[in-house]
């Protein structure tokens, strides 16, 4: 394992004690809202200041891009973190959350590790390496289309709530092809499940860059692919789709006809 995830992979089972260890006391903890249904506990600040914390005892001059603390240092190495993917579903004790961690280097992604603590699975990749659930080589499904596929989603809140119209024609036209439509709750497991085939493809509309870039390179060394709802490149931006290759061009194909015109690329 590369020096860089191995530190990464550390970081996050340690996130992940402080996660589990605060579980039986979600009743008591501070909540403080960011915004309309957008929740930080203690919990998020301390899970991230131990990813941070650990990284820099080992590579003080790197710089962050961090959820709850925002972007620090100057370097060509940039970690960025999103310490408890899901916290609405912590709240609830809904068990599905993950710490994600991804390392860009010069701008391109190079490491990524999404750990879910509650089931104690480990999703990583290093660039030219593959992705790994644990030690076992993962891949992406090897569905061939939308047809009797299982899809995952995250439905549009807070300020993209204005695109709800839109999603819903998005996912109506999922919904008369697709096996299945799931809504998890954590975009980061959902491309990690994307990786590893237990979902086919993944479209959301209003993500942040700490809740895809881990995912992104782990799909990508899956051999999976990821990109824009309208099948751009993907740069970190918000709105995405991710699948294995023949699922990933029929979401863009399906998907397409609904994208309002301000969330098109080229």
Partial sequence: MQPLLNIAVRAARSAGEVIVRSLNRVESLTITAKGRNDFVTEVDQAAEA??????????????????????????????????????????????????????QVK???????????????????????????????????????????????????????????PYLAMLRAVSAKAAGVRRPGSAALDLAYVAAGRVDGFWEIGLSPWDTAAGTLIIQEAGGMIGTLTGGEYQQGGHIIAGNPKVYAALVELLGPHVPAELRTP
């Fill in 50 to 103: 131990e990813i941070i914390g650990q990284i820099r005892r080992h590579y003080p001059q790197h710089a962050f891009l961090a959820e709850e603390s925002g972007a620090s240092g100057d370097s060509d190495t940039v970690w960025i973190i999103d310490p408890l993917d899901g916290t609405t579903n912590y709240l609830h004790g809904f068990p599905v959350f993950a710490v994600s961690i991804a390392c």
């Fill in 107 to 165: 701008g391109r992604l190079e490491h990524a590790v999404i750990y879910d603590p509650m089931r104690g699975e480990i999703f990583s990749a290093s660039r030219g390496s593959g992705a790994h659930l644990d030690n076992r080589r993962i891949r992406v499904s090897k569905m061939r289309g939308v047809e009797g596929a299982l899809i995952s989603t995250g439905f549009p809140y807070r300020e993209n709530v204005r695109y709800l119209d």
